[in-house]
């Protein structure tokens, strides 16, 4: 049971270039989230899904996009990196709606 | 909409017995959940309060009064490796859960 994992760990960006991480739960979890992490301001929720084929805004949405064409896969893009992206990014899980969520390791986006 | 306050640090010696306060304003608000993030790791759950009360599993307690918006973990017997940041959000009921800042709790030996 690997949990909650995510593609990649680390990674570097131009500015204007476009990326998509990839979060995979073998947990058979209906809810999934994205979240990003930067200094001195906690968790905050970009967007997240309450089932398959389904996705919704949270607090910071702006400048990405989701997808969640299988349950057990949710997808972060950016189309177009800004340096204010950097940060680090945290998928999570959780069964019921926000009971106990299992966040993934964390991927690491630099944004120059 | 929903906020949330807790302290940003903390610092406690080894053994000791130290309490992490969160308090929040929130809509439809049910339950309030704990996270342990060590540095560089992922956020880990700790323990939810659903009524009203104290919940203990092992050195560390929660502890949620909804009358009063407030809520609290208790961590005993303090080690080193408790070094960590500790987050409330709110829990079951709310589609959009919002975390709060952290606090940043050390141990000195």
């Known amino acids: 049971n690997a949990g909650v994992t995510q593609t990649p760990k680390f990674r570097v960006l131009k500015t204007g270039q476009s990326m998509t991480l990839l979060c995979a739960q073998d947990?058979?979890?209906?809810?999934m989230y994205w979240y990003r992490q930067d200094p001195g301001m906690g968790l905050r929720l970009i967007h997240y899904?309450?089932?398959?084929?389904?996705?919704a805004k949270g607090e910071v949405p702006d400048g990405y996009n989701v997808s969640r064409l299988k349950k057990q896969n949710f997808l972060l893009g950016l189309e177009s990196a800004a340096p204010s992206q950097t940060s680090v990014y945290f998928c999570?899980?959780?069964?019921?709606?926000?009971?106990?969520?299992?966040f993934g390791p964390g991927t690491r986006l630099t944004v120059t | 909409g929903q906020s949330l306050e807790q302290p940003s640090e903390v610092t406690a010696v080894e053994g000791a017995i130290v309490q992490i306060n969160c308090t929040y304003q929130t809509s439809g608000f049910y339950g309030l959940s704990w996270y342990q993030q060590h540095d560089g790791g992922a956020p880990t759950f700790l323990s939810y309060?659903?009524?009203?009360g104290l919940e203990e599993t092992g050195r560390f307690s929660s502890f949620l009064s909804r009358s009063d918006s407030y809520g609290y973990l208790l961590l005993q017997e303090l080690q080193m490796k408790d070094s960590a940041s500790y987050f409330c959000a709110p829990g079951r009921g709310s589609y959009i859960p919002t975390f709060g800042r952290g606090t940043s709790l050390i141990v000195h030996p």
């Open positions: 999570a899980s959780s069964y019921e709606q926000v009971y106990e969520q299992y």
């Open positions: 899904s309450v089932g398959e084929g389904t996705t």
């Open positions: 309060n659903a009524l009203d």
């Open positions: 947990m058979n979890h209906e809810y």
